[in-house]
Nanobody, 121 residues
């Protein structure tokens, strides 16, 4: 079993920054990919950014140049970050952490509980 704990959401003004964190904990697992998704009211959940175990990253076009995803695997920390700069009102959404990997030879896939990001214009 893997638990994901997210933090860092909040209310900011347009142009400001926020940093989201998500830490995976548990036993006997190896995380491969870590991603951030978001879901705005009335819209489908969308991929914001992802990072592989090797450090390769990908971003939605709407956040390129403004958001940066990174991860810390030192000492089995298994934490992924999303640095969000130059926030816009359209970035308002619930942000979800998503991870996949293996546990005892089985493929695993988990979601965090979500953290609200609200950007006022």
């Amino acid at each position: 079993q893997v638990q994901l704990v997210e933090s860092g959401g909040g209310l900011v003004r347009a142009g400001e920054s926020l940093r989201l964190s998500c830490t995976a904990s548990g036993s006997s697992f190896s995380i491969a990919n870590m991603r951030w998704y978001r879901q705005a009211p009335g819209k489908q959940r969308e991929l914001v950014a992802g990072i592989s175990s090797g450090g390769s990253t990908n971003y939605a076009d709407s956040v390129k140049g403004r958001f940066t995803i990174s991860r810390d695997n030192a000492n089995a920390k298994n934490t992924v970050y999303l640095q969000m700069n130059s926030l816009k009102s359209e970035d308002t959404a619930v942000y979800y952490c998503n991870v996949d990997g293996t546990s005892r030879s089985a493929w695993i896939h988990y979601w965090g509980q979500g953290t609200q990001v609200t950007v006022s214009s």
